[in-house]
């Protein structure tokens, strides 16, 4: 738990203007009382596993194990769910709390368009309107997204401030709800924002990890060596991590996008590369320059594209319960070629990013580990991107 003002450690928090405490207060208040209702843990897992797919399995990849020789490789299928990526686990969960709260109208920010679509999805399958903020680059990068979401009834805004990508969607969003706080809820899409966001995001991601414990208990009879995830916000990483988090023998691995590489400056590895700041409500690592400004993120993978990270992953690297890492888009394409053409499985580029540290890893290893990768994604999104480096080769 963080502590009451929403603290892990020295991170975190509720860095809000005035006019966002109240709210911010009743939603801690409702999310609590949710989240100790059985009604509503009955609710969330009927749609969890009715609407959404759920249990995703836990996969033994065994060519690739027998490639990679130290490593046995459980790949926990997240790609397999409805809309394609673990996201939905989040917003279905949230757009329950909304409903109790009497909320009619939610808004969303987006950069890929990723988010945007589990939350045009799950407004669309409760008759709620969908409000949803995308920067004016990302709009142009993700048009598929964009078609998805007005198909499904939401309204795309356009944010033409600052650098035109998911940090100023951010921030419209959030003037949109000091605006509007009576009949609006803000539906964020990861574990970052101002307290209690990153506690209930974990929560309601936190299936991920739990499964997967007891999917590798029945397989293996004792706990994996190793979990890797890939890491933008850090959802589908702490979806994982936390239920493993206190046991001792499991070691965890953060996987950051390294752009074109953690010296290039072109990067978006808020832990490995970044200094503890403020941003979008909370105290996190974050990429910055001399002068403390916010500056722009990279990564070949829309979904890892964020100058930030969830407050509480700053906290896990700070007193070493996980350790993170950097991956390169080369890398990462490398990756899900790879895992294609061994698995028959493509990978979202975000989550190639996780598959690609396995080498690293397996050369890092004695004997033979075991390791559950987090598939956060699947890949038929990033098609365009992928056609256009094959054709450059
Ligand atoms: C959005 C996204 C991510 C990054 O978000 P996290 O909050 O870090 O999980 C990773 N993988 C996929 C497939 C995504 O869509």
């Not at 580029?349 to 080498?359: D, R, T, W």
Request: aromatic share 8%; charged share 25%; hydrophobic share 40%.
């Amino acid at each position: 738990m963080p502590d009451k003002n929403g603290h892990f450690g020295e991170f975190g928090g509720c860095y809000v203007p005035e006019t966002l405490r109240g709210l911010l207060f009743d939603l801690e208040k409702e999310f609590a009382a949710c989240w100790k209702d059985p009604a509503f843990k009955k609710e969330f897992r009927f749609y969890l596993e009715e609407y959404a797919g759920r249990p995703t399995r836990l996969y033994y990849a065994e060519r690739l194990s027998r490639q990679l020789k130290t490593l046995k490789v459980y790949l926990k299928r997240e790609d397999l769910l409805h809309t394609g990526a673990h996201k939905v686990n989040n917003t279905l969960g949230q757009i329950l709390v909304a409903r109790r709260m009497g909320k009619r109208r939610i808004i969303a920010e987006t950069g890929a368009g990723q988010h945007g679509v589990a939350t045009a999805t799950v407004c669309a399958l409760f008759g709620l309107k969908c409000v949803v903020y995308m920067g004016s680059e990302d709009i142009k990068r993700q048009a598929m997204n964009v078609v998805r979401m007005k198909l499904m009834g939401a309204e795309v805004v356009s944010v033409e401030s600052g650098s035109k990508t998911l940090k100023d969607a951010m921030n419209e969003a959030i003037r949109d709800w000091v605006t509007n706080v009576k009949d609006t809820y803000y539906l964020i899409g990861t574990v970052a924002g101002p307290h209690p966001y990153p506690y209930m995001v974990r929560e309601l991601q936190s299936v991920i990890g739990i499964e997967a414990r007891r999917q590798f208990w029945r397989k293996e009879k004792r706990l994996p060596d190793y979990l890797v995830a890939c890491v933008g916000g850090g959802s589908n990483a702490m979806g994982l991590f936390y239920p493993f988090h206190k046991d001792k023998g499991v070691h965890i691995i953060g996987v950051e996008a390294a752009g074109h590489g953690i010296h290039s400056g072109a990067h978006s590895a808020a832990i490995c590369a970044g200094r503890p700041g403020v941003l979008h409500g909370c105290k996190s690592y974050l990429l910055q320059d001399k002068n403390g400004q916010v500056t722009n993120a990279h990564s070949v993978a829309a979904g890892l594209d964020y100058p930030g990270v969830g407050p509480e992953h700053s906290y896990f690297s700070q007193i070493g319960v996980a350790e993170y890492v950097g991956i390169t888009d080369k890398e990462a394409i490398d990756a899900l070629k790879a895992l294609s053409q061994i698995e028959g499985i493509i990978p979202a580029l975000e989550s190639s990013h996780a598959v690609a540290y396995l080498p690293k890893l397996a050369r890092r290893v004695k004997g033979l580990k075991t390791v559950i990768v987090c598939l956060s994604g699947r890949g038929d999104k990033d098609m365009g991107t992928i056609a256009e480096v094959l054709n450059g080769e």
